[in-house]
Each structure stands twice: as C-alpha cells, then as structure tokens.
C-alpha cells in the first residue's frame, strides 16, 4: 500500500525536476523538528504555548493532530487569526495541522502554536520542556523545547 501511494507522487516530482530528485529542505527522514522553545510560566499562571518549526520530508502530506505535556492537563493546537477589526483570536486548529510534503510550517507567535492549558507548575525560564507531538501519518515525535522569558521570547522573535 504504502509503495502504491508514494509511487505516483514520487514519479510526478521526478518529471517536474526533469529526471532530477527532488530538492528537499527537510531531507528524506520523515517529520524533522527545530528551534523549539515555549513560553515560561510563573507562579499561578495557568496556560504557556510551545512553537517550533516543522519540516515534512515524506512525499506524501501529513498532518500535526495532537500534542501532550506531561505538565498540562491539555494541549491543544491553537490557529491565531485576525478580524477585520484587528483584533486577534485563537481557535483550535480543525484537523490539526496540514504538512505539505518538502516544506516548512512554521509555528510562531502570532500564527498557529501548542496552547499549553492547566499547567501543574511554573516554567522557569531556561528549563526543557518534552512535548510529544501526534501525527496522521508519522510516528509520534518527542520534541525538547527551551522554556524562554518575556525578555528572550521578544528578542527571538526579532530575528
Ligand atoms: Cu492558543
């Protein structure tokens, strides 16, 4: 099955490179994870939200369903968006997260994010986080994010 379904796509990517294989930023390993890092917590403070860059390097789409923090009572995959009148509002991601294959999604501030929700204990900034991300297709993946300040969250997201 899984040959049936990569065949034809595989062989489309091979025509349209003219015989040449087909560039990938991600490699050919599957789902690759970089520059994790979340938000640190204080004292009482009961939500934080993880962001990362995702990297398909399957030749088929897949698709970030869900995510678990073992000190959060939930996780769930959060959509920024816009109104008219500029004010921004989140909302679970219907589906979770589309992965087009060979490219890179972007979770960021001010887009889609892992909202960490009921945390048990603060997030000092500097601690890891493990956060294990589930997906349609690909194996579930471990990922260590950095717990970042205000300061250094707002300087990260700088450059
Ligand atoms: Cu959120």
Known sequence: M??????????????????????????DEGITVS?????????GQPMS???MELCNGADAPD????????????A????????????????????GLA???????????GGAHIMLI???APIAAGEDATIILEFENAEPMTVTAKAMSPA????????
């Open 2 to 27: 899984q040959i049936l379904r990569h065949f034809p796509l595989a062989f489309l990517f091979a025509l349209a490179a003219c015989g040449e294989p087909a560039p990938s930023a991600c490699g």
């Open 35 to 43: 520059g994790a890092w979340l938000r640190a917590a204080g004292e």
């Open 49 to 51: 939200a993880a962001y």
């Open 63 to 74: 698709r970030l369903v869900a995510a678990r923090f073992a000190g959060a009572e939930t």
């Open 76 to 95: 769930e995959i959060h959509i920024t968006s816009m109104s008219d009148d500029g004010m921004a509002s989140m909302a679970p991601a219907e589906g």
């Open 99 to 109: 992965l087009a294959p060979h490219e890179k999604t972007a979770l960021a501030p």
């Open 118 to 120: 009921g945390l048990s």
């Open 152 to 159: 250094e969250a707002a300087a990260h997201q700088g450059h």
